[in-house]
């Protein structure tokens, strides 16, 4: 069973920076995507970016480019997000997901980690 686990969050300034991480387990996770969603109060959740993990073939949403880097460690399983000058409109629920290469839709869920940004 794929498991993850995030941590990482915390409160920040405005342009401060973070560093989130996604522990997965109960896989070998060379055919998988891992990607980071978040989710504000009251929104609907959005994809934030992601990360082939055979290739390290990176994507990312339009408001966080050039700001976030999504990357990963192959021995320790871990993938990790990178964000640097965040704004209080980073602020919410971020979460871990994985899917296979030929699924559509992200299977497997963490449980989130709160961020949140102070202006």
């Known amino acids: 069973q794929v498991q993850l686990v995030e941590s990482g969050g915390g409160l920040v300034q405005a342009g401060g920076s973070l560093r989130l991480s996604c522990a997965a387990s109960?896989?070998?996770?060379?055919?998988?995507?891992m990607g980071w969603f978040r989710q504000a109060a009251g929104k609907e959740r959005e994809f934030v970016a992601s990360?082939?993990?055979?290739?390290?073939?990176?994507n990312y949403a339009d408001s966080v480019k050039g700001r976030f880097t999504i990357s990963r460690d192959n021995a320790k399983n871990t993938v990790f997000l990178q964000m640097n000058s965040l704004q209080p409109e980073d602020t919410a629920v971020y979460y871990c997901?994985?899917?296979?290469?030929?699924?559509?839709?992200?299977?497997?869920w963490g449980q989130g980690t709160q961020v949140t940004v102070s202006s």
């Open positions: 997901a994985t899917r296979t290469e030929w699924q559509q839709k992200y299977e497997y």
């Open positions: 109960g896989q070998t996770f060379s055919n998988y995507y």
């Open positions: 990360i082939r993990w055979i290739t390290r073939t990176t």
